[in-house]
T-cell receptor, first 113, second 114 residues
């Protein structure tokens, strides 16, 4: 079992719709969770961090965390073609003393006009 | 500096050669990470520094890979006897400290071993 799992996609949504990206993780005691956006040929860019159960909103982005289900998600409202990218879920777990960021393989999002 | 800076942006080397990749973290960030990313994959952890010391080097694939951070700022990733399988984008990230603080990435070094 991979430590962080994401559906590779592509997830295709029409412009203006809500895009929902999901991630599960294996280490039950993981403390910190992050979403990064990566455009093709570029490096990962931090979008959101979340540490507590529930929702955290920042502009069009909402991160959701459910530690009991070991599940974290990212919602993008009013999706734009510029949101088309790969979204990486990252988790800091027990391994490495909660210092090591472990990434999923990413979900490719395509927003079509 | 304003962000994490990595040099060179691209490096082409012949199989068997030695390479050094440099990372200059965000000023004041004590934690520094090296990752490697292959096409279609997420970044793969290599090593984590807290200050000058390598707090976790469990991701280094073998003893051809070594990294240093002698003054707690700039870090160099060193690869000896490069192999074609080492070709990847090498990413550096820094955070204010370890633990739950957010990590920010540089633009990466694309290494191609021919």
């Amino acid at each position: 079992q991979k430590e962080v799992e994401q559906n590779s996609g592509p997830l295709s949504v029409p412009e203006g719709a809500i895009a929902s990206l999901n991630c599960t993780y294996s280490d039950r005691v993981s403390q910190s969770f992050f979403w990064y956006r990566q455009y093709s040929g570029k490096s990962p860019e931090l979008i959101m961090s979340i540490y507590s159960n529930g929702d955290k909103e920042d502009g069009r982005f909402t991160a959701q965390l459910n530690k009991a289900s070991q599940y974290v998600s990212l919602l993008i409202r009013d999706s734009q073609p510029s949101d088309s990218a790969t979204y990486l879920c990252a988790v800091k777990g027990r391994s490495g003393g909660y210092n090591k960021l472990i990434f999923g393989a990413g979900t490719r999002l395509a927003v079509h006009p | 500096g304003a962000g994490v800076s990595q040099t060179p942006s691209n490096k082409v080397t012949e199989k068997g050669k030695y390479v050094e990749l440099r990372c200059d973290p965000i000023s004041g960030h004590t934690a520094l990470y090296w990752y490697r990313q292959s096409l279609g994959q997420g970044p793969e952890f290599l090593i984590y520094f807290q200050g000058t010391g390598a707090a976790d080097d469990s991701g280094l694939p073998n003893d051809r890979f070594f990294a240093v951070r002698p003054e707690g700022s700039v870090s160099t990733l060193k690869i000896q006897r490069t192999e074609r399988g080492d070709s990847a984008v090498y990413l550096c990230a820094s955070s204010l400290r370890g633990g739950d603080t957010e990590a920010f990435f540089g633009q990466g070094t694309r290494l191609t071993v021919v």
